[in-house]
């Protein structure tokens, strides 16, 4: 192996949001006031920090803005009425309310925005707003990173989140959706950020949206939600794309959780360069397996989730190093891993599980752990 081998430390997006900016989210601030702008360039300054001092090598916003990753880009999009969908438990909640209700607890179910009319991407100047905050916290902090990302949700995650009263059917509801999010995802790598793309569809869907189908029949629908994806992704250059797909971030048993291994194969029909997959919570800390059963594509990375977002516990260095070098193997190529986290730290305001302190003290031990692992696969 190389001397001079690293592991780049990456996370999935959302970090802490600031106490100022849950105020204004919780007050439905107008986006484009001089308050709520100031609020979000602070914590956004102040997520950028924290990032560098715990030793992100790839790193975002934190998502500051954003009341929810999954239905933000509606306000970037025309044909939404002021009337909000009804959200279903998953599967496995659902099979135990009383637990449900107390694992949910104040955590806001937000469902998205019923569309009324056509669907057409109307935000570019706001997302080209956004996504400079980023660049003027680098420059305000004096930091640097390897490489910067920014979030965005597939079709799919929004078709998940949402309603539509206008169309005749859900597939070309998705189709529409996939059109007009060509300009967001073209905006964002034009921008210079690496695009990741939220798609938890393509496994927590089988909980909610299908949970009647068996695997075989799930899988036809993934097919059909990756080809809306690269509908979206027509113009965009695969190198600078990663697609994130997990079994939800909520803190539920996840038995009924799909096969990895039942799926995989139409996620390696996108037209990305990474996958971002679970492997640190005790549910799917065996996907390495998986990986080495269905070997990525030979030009594709992998982002390992080696922490777990839904536990206080911070992992130990020597922990993360190890579920590091178990993906490495089933790789094959070390080089081909950047460490990272399962999923979001609060993918929904109000939605954090770990205390926003202990946030940073886990991304630090994932740069720890990164380093180790790095060392013995030399």
């Given at each position: 192996m190389s001397r001079d081998l690293t592991i780049p430390t990456t996370h999935v997006g959302s970090l802490p949001r600031s106490e100022s900016?849950?105020?204004?989210?919780?007050?439905?601030?107008?986006?484009?006031?001089?308050?709520?702008d100031d609020a979000v360039n602070a914590a956004v300054r102040d997520t950028v920090r924290k990032q560098y001092d715990a030793g992100i090598d790839v790193a975002n916003d934190g998502e500051q803005s954003r009341l929810a990753y999954s239905v933000d880009v509606t306000n970037r999009l025309t044909g939404y009425a002021d009337r909000f969908a009804e959200r279903a438990l998953p599967a496995d909640l659902a099979e135990y309310p009383e637990f449900a209700e107390q694992a949910l607890g104040d955590i806001e179910n937000i469902g998205g925005p019923i569309a009324t009319g056509p669907i057409e991407y109307v935000g570019k100047e706001a997302l080209k707003w956004?996504?400079?905050?980023?660049?003027?916290?680098?420059?305000?902090?004096?930091?640097?990173?390897?490489?910067r990302f920014h979030t965005a949700p597939s079709p799919g995650a929004v078709l998940r989140f949402t309603e539509?009263?206008?169309?005749?059917?859900?597939?070309?509801y998705l189709f529409d959706l996939a059109e007009a999010l060509q300009t967001e995802y073209e905006t964002i790598v034009d921008h210079g950020a690496q695009l990741q793309i939220d798609a938890p569809e393509l496994l927590a869907g089988f909980t909610i949206t299908y949970e009647d189908a068996s695997p075989a029949e799930f899988r036809e629908h993934v097919a059909t939600y990756v080809e809306a994806i690269n509908l979206a992704l027509e113009n965009v250059p695969s190198d600078r794309v990663r697609l994130h797909a997990c079994w939800g971030n909520y803190p539920g048993p996840h038995h009924h959780d799909v096969a990895l291994g039942a799926v995989i194969g139409?996620?390696?029909?996108?037209?990305?360069?990474g996958l971002v997959i679970e492997g640190a919570n005790p549910r799917h800390n065996h996907e390495y397996q998986t990986i080495a059963e269905h070997p990525l594509p030979e030009d594709w990375s992998l982002v390992p989730g080696v922490i777990d977002v839904k536990t206080n516990v911070v992992e130990h260095p020597e922990v993360v190093a190890d579920r590091l070098e178990r993906f490495a193997d089933a790789v094959g190529?070390?080089?081909r891993i950047v460490a990272g986290c399962?999923?979001?730290?609060?993918?929904?305001?109000?939605?954090?599980?770990v205390y926003p302190a202990l946030v940073w003290k886990k991304l630090a031990a994932l740069d720890a752990g990164a380093d180790l692992a790095a060392d013995r696969l030399r």
């Open positions: 900016v849950r105020e204004m989210l919780r007050s439905d601030a107008d986006p484009e006031s001089d308050a709520f956004d996504l400079g905050r980023f660049d003027d916290a680098v420059a305000a902090t004096g930091v640097s990173f390897t490489d539509s009263e206008y169309h005749d059917s859900v597939e070309e139409e996620f390696y029909e996108a037209d990305v360069s190529d070390p080089s399962d999923c979001g730290f609060e993918t929904v305001m109000t939605a954090n599980l």
